[in-house]
């Protein structure tokens, strides 16, 4: 019997494979649109990129240039407030094109705000092209959601968006969920780290989501992060509704993101120092942070030639390893740092919980 979607047989591996090798091309496929086209271009067809450019601002028979490219690719655009004004509608286009890199000098309000609403996290300020070229890269890579899951009650296109290129990019994966009841029936479960519930969600039974969590004993062990939009302000029913049943604190999506960014960087990133610590010896080896070579051989004198041997090939190959993996774990904050803000508790609305 004939089944849709099976192929068996030489021919049917050849055209999986002819399939898997034009997804691969096209995601090879870059469009770059900035005022100096001429810094990067060089730099990423020397990676394999093949790129379509444009120069800023784009006229409208670019833009629908644009609409007729394929999608899958990665885009990169400059941004400032200038271009915000006279070329808003080239970035509504791109959305539809791939993920966006956004570049840019100086980052206002003004520009933070138009990317946040269009959904785009990642920017660069001033990159040279050797810098650019590893996180666009890193930005393609595919992740598999091995840390964990995260579940989000949300319907702002923009904010989920946004989350989900936050949650991937350190290995989880957004489970994105339309009702309060779809959270308790299948979306909670050992592997979930955190739930993020959008206030401003249409869908949203807050009684409902209290009266659940504080009925449900499995949720008190997964931290709920309740978030809005602080623009729409806060409303009396959603202070007084029992959330401090269910979370201290009412983020705003500014610092929603600057903590899953802060969060999730140093859960990946403080691992790999403390091996390294581990791996240098350093607690027997402080004095060699601070002091000089002269000093150290004092401070040492009865232990210094029975020191650890940090340099086995193993333990050389671990550090080496460490390293790596330290500065691919910088690579994929680095376009996502400009989301982190300093704040403090102090500054964050609170749902009536006690300190």
Request: with cysteine.
């Amino acid at each position: 019997m004939w089944k849709s979607g099976i192929t068996r047989g030489p021919a049917g591996r050849s055209r999986i494979n002819k399939r898997r090798s034009d997804i691969q091309k096209i995601m090879k496929q870059l469009i770059l649109a900035t005022t100096k086209n001429f810094l990067y271009r060089e730099e990423l067809v020397r990676n394999g990129y093949s790129v379509t450019e444009y120069n800023l601002p784009v006229p409208e028979s670019g833009m629908e240039e644009i609409e007729s490219l394929e999608s899958s690719r990665i885009c990169i655009a400059e941004v400032s407030e200038e271009i915000v004004n006279s070329n808003s509608r080239l970035f509504d286009v791109l959305r539809k094109k791939g993920k966006i890199l956004c570049l840019s000098g100086q980052i206002s309000n003004t520009v933070k705000k138009f990317l946040l609403d269009h959904g785009i996290s990642d920017l660069l300020q001033n990159p040279s092209a050797d810098r650019l070229m590893p996180y666009v890269r890193i930005m393609s890579e595919k992740t598999l959601g091995r840390s964990g899951s995260m579940v989000i009650l949300d319907d702002s296109d923009a904010a989920k968006e946004v989350l989900k290129n936050i949650i991937t990019r350190f290995d989880y994966q957004p489970v994105f969920i339309a009702s309060v009841e779809e959270l308790f029936c299948s979306a909670l479960n050992s592997g979930v780290r955190f739930v993020l519930v959008n206030l401003s969600a249409r869908s949203l039974d807050l009684n409902g989501l209290v009266k659940k969590f504080y009925a449900c004993q499995h949720s008190t062990t997964i931290p709920v992060l309740v978030y809005k939009d602080m623009r729409e302000g806060l409303f009396v029913h959603e202070l007084v509704s029992g959330l401090n049943r269910v979370t201290r604190f009412i983020l705003s999506l500014d610092e929603l993101f600057s903590f899953l960014v802060d969060v999730l960087f140093k859960k990946e990133m403080i691992p790999l120092l403390a091996s390294l610590k581990k791996s240098s010896d350093f607690d027997h080896c402080s004095s060699y942070a601070d002091e000089t070579v002269s000093r150290i051989f004092f401070m040492n004198e009865k232990s210094i030639f029975n020191q650890a041997n940090i340099l086995t090939e193993k333990n050389f190959n671990e550090m080496m390893r460490l390293i790596r993996a330290m500065e691919t774990t910088l690579l994929k904050v680095f376009g996502l740092r400009w989301l982190k803000i300093e704040a403090d508790n102090k500054g964050i609305s609170t749902a009536g919980k006690g300190e």
